[in-house]
């Protein structure tokens, strides 16, 4: 079956602007989580959605939204961006039970100028 | 707040030797514990996985071990190769949220 698949793979954009980024789940997948990994860091939880709800949220500034779809697909902007922004953006989506396996999406590099 | 705390940060072992990596989590709570390795440039994949209601788990060269009492849990590798370099993550489970630890690059040396 088709993995988790994020668009667009890159994308650059300039300080200010906002940022659109998609995550599809594994098809009957219902939670999707977001994370940033900048060079040589870890995974910096950002929120994750289940059945088009918030479930958790990381300590990242409003900037930083998200949502969910009735399909289970998931959105996250960023507005305003900032240098600082610039890293890997990865999705993960599991069935949404407690100790269930998350599968990673390849990622959207974004890089702010 | 939660969290969870890995050791060490890189690791280096000669090709062959084992090599251990070990996480701590807070929340008592956690009954999930993932490892995830994450090759340069490749996406984070689980690796192996082990519940609260089991100590130790096994699979080929990669085991995990669970301390529920000490609240600490160990990535083990066996006879290690040069596929094994990558970037290794624990994770502790609680309500909902994977709480991950910040990371072991591993290193083989030939």
């Known amino acids: 079956k088709a993995g988790v698949t994020q668009t667009p793979r890159y994308l650059i954009k300039t300080r200010g602007q906002q940022v659109t980024l998609s995550c599809s789940p594994i098809s009957g997948h219902r939670s999707v989580s977001w994370y940033q990994q900048t060079p040589g860091q870890g995974l910096q939880f950002l929120f994750e959605?289940?059945?088009?709800?918030?479930?958790n949220k990381g300590n990242f500034p409003g900037r930083f939204s998200g949502r969910q779809f009735s399909n289970s697909r998931s959105e996250m902007n960023v507005s305003t961006l900032e240098l600082g922004d610039s890293a890997l953006y990865l999705c993960?989506?599991?069935?949404?039970?407690?100790?269930?396996?998350?599968?990673f999406g390849q990622g959207t590099r974004l890089t702010v100028v | 707040g939660e969290n969870v705390e890995q050791h060490p940060s890189t690791l280096s072992v000669q090709e062959g030797d084992s090599a251990v990596i070990k996480c701590t989590y807070s929340?008592?709570?956690?009954?999930?514990f993932p490892w995830y390795k994450q090759e340069l440039g490749k996406r984070p994949q689980l690796i192996i996985d082990?519940?609260?209601n089991v100590g130790e788990k096994k699979d080929q060269r990669i085991a995990v071990t669970l301390n529920k009492t000490a609240k600490h849990f160990s990535l083990h590798i066996t006879e290690t190769q040069p596929e094994d370099s990558a970037v290794y993550f624990c994770?502790?489970?609680?309500?909902?949220?994977?709480?991950w630890g910040a990371g072991t690059k591993l290193i083989i040396k030939p």
């Open positions: 993960a989506s599991s069935f949404g039970e407690m100790n269930t396996e998350a599968f």
């Open positions: 994770a502790a489970r609680g309500n909902y949220q994977l709480i």
């Open positions: 929340d008592s709570a956690s009954n999930y």
């Open positions: 082990i519940r609260s």
């Open positions: 959605y289940f059945s088009e709800t918030q479930r």
